[in-house]
């Protein structure tokens, strides 16, 4: 249907969701928490077995699943257990709807972790850079570091909670990864340059994943 299209009124309202969680880690486990966000297309078993290097029996590491599942591949024909299943954060249908959620969906899965008083960790890969940098700016979570991952700020940060925040940035790059944006890097830059936050950047020789070496080293570099 083409854009401008007159369509009919519609309404909002909530609706009970279950969520999935995978999880590596004792959950008393006492040297950090980390939330581990995947990317687009991704499902969280599956991306959590980039974290097995950190589960030395001190950490633990937790990977909500985006509540919105799809087939992916051809959207054409029947779909059966051969075909791929992935899951997004959002989309630009219903956005601030979607933002809600998920920031919501965040919080209570860090809850359900119980905090304690070890340091927590929040790492966003690909689309998951942007969900974790609104989630923990909306909600001034308050992590020991937010590291970024194949993905910078999202275009519509909040400004000022970016200021506020306590927190350190670790923007990660694959030197190989055919999806940056010098221009957008730039602005993430000054981004954070203005608001006065700590930041780091760290690379790595692939493209867009996740390296395992390079997670340990961060592990160590920032004592979680």
């Known amino acids: 249907m083409k854009a401008g299209a007159d369509l009919?009124?519609?309404?909002?309202?909530?609706?009970?969701?279950?969520?999935?969680?995978?999880?590596?880690?004792?959950r008393d486990a006492s040297r950090?928490?980390?939330?581990?966000?995947?990317?687009?297309?991704?499902l969280a078993p599956w991306f959590l077995r980039h974290f097995r290097g950190l589960d030395d029996g001190t950490r633990r590491m937790v990977a909500p699943e985006a509540l919105n599942r799809f087939y992916v591949g051809d959207p054409d024909g029947?779909?059966?257990i051969?075909?791929?299943?992935?899951?997004t954060w959002m989309t630009r249908e219903a956005r601030e709807s979607e933002i809600d959620d998920y920031a919501h969906y965040l919080s209570v899965a860090l809850k359900a972790q119980g905090r304690k008083e070890r340091p927590l960790v929040a790492l966003g890969f690909s689309q998951g850079a942007h969900t974790v940098s609104r989630w923990v700016l909306r909600e001034r979570i308050a992590p020991r570091i937010v590291i970024l991952?194949?993905?910078g700020l999202p275009h519509d940060v909040d400004e000022d909670?970016?200021?506020?925040?306590?927190?350190?940035?670790?923007?990660v790059r694959g030197e190989a990864d055919r999806s940056r944006e010098?221009?957008?890097?730039?602005?993430?830059h000054a981004r954070l340059t203005a608001a006065e936050a700590?930041?780091?950047v760290r690379t790595h020789p692939g493209g867009h994943r996740i390296a395992g070496g390079l997670l340990e080293k961060l592990a160590e570099e920032f004592s979680v």
Do not use: I
């Open 32 to 42: 950090s928490l980390w939330m581990c966000l995947h990317g687009y297309r991704q």
């Open 198 to 200: 700590h930041w780091h």
């Open 8 to 26: 009919p009124p519609v309404e909002y309202l909530q609706t009970r969701r279950t969520a999935r969680l995978a999880h590596l880690g004792h």
């Open 149 to 151: 991952w194949g993905e």
């Open 78 to 80: 029947r779909h059966g």
């Open 82 to 87: 051969e075909t791929r299943v992935g899951a």
């Open 182 to 188: 010098p221009r957008r890097e730039e602005r993430d």
């Open 161 to 171: 909670a970016l200021t506020t925040l306590d927190t350190c940035w670790v923007l």
